[in-house]
């Protein structure tokens, strides 16, 4: 089972939200960790958008929108990355990260497609 | 502005080595910490390697250890990684990325390992 698991795309409309999900493996605890997230666009290098461990812990990138956010599901041990009011620029890969055991760990990533 | 430019890149038969390069400007780079991430054609970003500002701690992934070495040069804003006993599998391309959030990334250098 991999350490972190994203769904491998999503579709949602033009000014709806989009929650996309990081689930950790059973016996990481979501609680512990900081989540970092990165969008990625065709052709470009990945780009830092946020981290989240806790509402008193969160950064966002420099730049970034407010209309990114990150929280947590604690019952589905999953980071979350929400992004509001869609937009077609929103339209990219989407990777979720953390650091475990003296290791980074990157999701398989999400592709978003907004239509 | 904020840069990082990787070179270094290139195509060679498997078992071959090669050396990387990440050249930082636009902040000051020996208090970073740095990363080596890739992400072969198609697919997800895979972390390879991480060293502290004062190299004092280095990190690899398993699937380069023992043939992978990270190492930094502070008086010339330089990242490297050299790469010994190429395989197939390590075809990709190789980012670098700043500090333990991945906030700033460069544009990327392209390695091919093919007979």
């Known amino acids: 089972q991999a350490v972190l698991t994203q769904p491998s795309s999503l579709s949602a409309s033009p000014g709806a939200s989009a929650s996309l999900t990081c689930t950790l493996r059973?016996?990481?605890?979501?609680?512990?960790?900081?989540i970092y997230w990165y969008q990625q666009k065709p052709g470009s290098p990945p780009q830092y958008l946020l981290r989240y461990k806790s509402d008193s812990d969160k950064q966002q990138g420099s730049g970034v929108p407010s209309r990114f956010s990150g929280s947590k599901d604690a019952s589905a041990n999953a980071g979350i990355l929400l992004i509001s009011g869609l937009q077609s620029e929103d339209e990219a890969d989407y990777y979720c990260?953390?650091?475990?055991?003296?290791?980074?760990?990157f999701g398989g990533g999400t592709k978003l497609t907004v239509l | 502005e904020v840069q990082l430019v990787e070179s270094g890149g290139g195509l060679l038969q498997p078992g071959g080595s090669l050396r990387l390069s990440c050249a930082a400007s636009g902040f000051t780079f020996s208090s970073y910490n740095v990363n080596w991430v890739r992400q072969a054609p198609g697919k997800g970003l895979e972390w390879v390697s991480f060293i502290s500002s004062s190299s004092s701690i280095i990190y690899y992934a398993d699937s380069v250890k023992g043939r992978f070495t990270i190492s930094r040069d502070n008086a010339k804003n330089s990242l490297y990684l050299q790469m010994n006993s190429l395989r197939d599998e390590d075809t990709a391309v190789y980012y670098c990325?700043?500090?333990?959030?991945?906030?700033?990334w460069g544009q990327g250098t392209m390695v091919t390992v093919s007979s």
């Open positions: 059973s016996g990481i605890n979501v609680d512990t960790y900081r």
């Open positions: 990325a700043r500090a333990s959030d991945f906030d700033i």
């Open positions: 990260m953390i650091w475990h055991s003296n290791a980074v760990v």
